[in-house]
């Protein structure tokens, strides 16, 4: 076990002392909590924790209204990327989508089975499997348009923080990247 550096101890190099090098938790973040103070486990200083509870909760409102249209969360935002751009490949499904080829994978495979998709092996390098919209596929788009404000109206957020918890979010991912 490690010991523990006391109030004033000098950090090891590379370290700063008072920030948070291992974990990302809110009081840390801000400086509050000392990388060694116990309090930097408990859940409440935890940044993780609230994402965690919210995607999940998030996730979970969303399964009464993609239930009708035959899809899972992770086959909807799929659809979603398919919708926008028409044609992709796994790689690029999976990097918009921060999933990797062995999830993705079994998500078109159902899309296909649905119909909502083709997948067919590139002529040019066999290992890139591109996925496209059949007619079914593009016809679900109509269906699946009062998604998005449904969701809107099941959380209640002003429309400003919102925005702003869109751009947090997209930051932090662009800095794990």
């Given at each position: 076990?490690?010991?523990?550096?006391?109030?004033?101890?000098?950090?090891?190099?590379?370290?700063?002392?008072?920030?948070?090098?291992?974990?990302?938790?809110?009081?840390?973040?801000?400086?509050?909590?000392?990388?060694?103070?116990?309090?930097?486990?408990?859940?409440?200083?935890?940044?993780?924790?609230?994402?965690?509870?919210?995607?999940?909760?998030?996730?979970?409102?969303?399964?009464?209204?993609?239930?009708?249209?035959?899809?899972?969360?992770?086959?909807?935002?799929?659809?979603?990327?398919?919708?926008?751009?028409?044609?992709?490949?796994?790689?690029?499904?999976g990097k918009r989508l921060y999933l990797d080829s062995g999830t993705l994978t079994p998500v078109v495979r159902k899309l296909a089975d649905?119909?909502?998709?083709?997948?067919?092996?590139?002529?040019?390098?066999?290992?890139?499997?591109?996925?496209?919209?059949?007619?079914?596929?593009?016809?679900?788009?109509?269906?699946?348009?009062?998604?998005?404000?449904?969701?809107?109206?099941?959380?209640?957020?002003?429309?400003?923080?919102?925005?702003?918890?869109?751009?947090?979010?997209?930051?932090?991912?662009?800095?794990?990247?």
């Open positions: 076990m490690a010991p523990r550096r006391g109030a004033g101890a000098s950090a090891p190099a590379g370290e700063t002392a008072g920030t948070d090098t291992g974990s990302a938790t809110a009081a840390a973040a801000a400086g509050s909590v000392p990388f060694n103070d116990a309090a930097a486990l408990r859940l409440d200083n935890q940044l993780c924790f609230p994402l965690y509870a919210c995607s999940k909760e998030i996730v979970r409102r969303y399964k009464p209204l993609l239930g009708p249209l035959g899809l899972t969360y992770t086959q909807y935002i799929c659809m979603m990327v398919l919708w926008e751009e028409g044609e992709s490949s796994i790689a690029h499904l649905k119909g909502y998709v083709t997948r067919r092996r590139d002529t040019a390098d066999e290992r890139v499997v591109d996925v496209a919209l059949t007619d079914q596929g593009r016809q679900l788009e109509q269906r699946a348009l009062s998604v998005p404000h449904a969701m809107a109206s099941c959380i209640d957020l002003p429309r400003e923080d919102a925005a702003a918890l869109k751009r947090l979010l997209e930051k932090t991912l662009a800095a794990m990247r």
